[in-house]
């Protein structure tokens, strides 16, 4: 959450400053790997070496949504990065924020757009499925899903009965959903019980 606030912050800041969002990725990508070469000796407080480099993906983002608006995914290109993309998980190429392991540096932040950019066109065409429009309710709540995930006593508790990182994940997957079950249906409750006070 401190990651995301400060990207917020640093994104939103850049575009006023230089009243144009084209080429603050310049700017952007230069902090960016600064801070994945400086983190690897210091984490700087509020985790800001990570919101420079989370202000990017903000970044990165905008222009994925401006080259899909204007069609500029063809077949050819869509299938150069989902073989990137599928090469790097195979070579277990991958980013992970939360202990600042960028291997081969930005390679794995590239490899991060570019699943980013696989998942997004998997969701578009998945949207078009009624069965798996049913899901749109996780997006509705992702914050929600967020505290459960963080509040869900993993790494407290029950994450040593856990021998496996499938296993965990599949598990806590269910339980998180399980919970997320509850929550709505607390709030439903809530809503119905006090509706006459509106």
């Not at 930005?106 to 980013?116: C, H, L, R, T, W």
């Not at 040593?160 to 997320?180: Q, Y």
Request: charged content about 15%.
């Amino acid at each position: 959450m401190f990651a995301f606030f400060w990207a917020k912050i640093i994104y939103d800041s850049l575009q006023v400053l230089l009243h144009s969002n084209k080429y603050n990725g310049f700017v952007l990508g230069i902090l960016a790997y600064a801070s994945i070469i400086f983190s690897k000796y210091y984490w700087l407080p509020q985790a800001l070496d990570v919101a420079v480099v989370a202000a990017f993906f903000m970044w990165c983002g905008w222009c994925i949504k401006n080259f899909d608006e204007k069609n500029k995914f063809n077949i050819s290109l869509s299938l150069c990065i989902t073989f990137f993309w599928i090469m790097c998980v195979l070579a277990k190429i991958h980013i992970e924020l939360a202990t600042r392991s960028y291997p081969l540096q930005f390679v794995s932040v590239i490899e991060a757009i570019a699943g980013s950019i696989v998942i997004i066109y998997l969701s578009k065409k998945c949207e078009k499925l009624n069965l798996l429009s049913k899901l749109a309710i996780l997006g509705q709540h992702t914050l929600a899903i967020l505290c459960i995930h963080h509040l869900d006593l993993y790494w407290i508790w029950w994450s040593r009965f856990m021998n496996s990182n499938i296993t965990a994940a599949i598990v806590r997957l269910f339980i998180d959903m399980f919970l997320l079950v509850i929550v709505l249906w607390i709030k439903k409750v809530y809503k119905n019980t006090f509706k006459w006070n509106y």
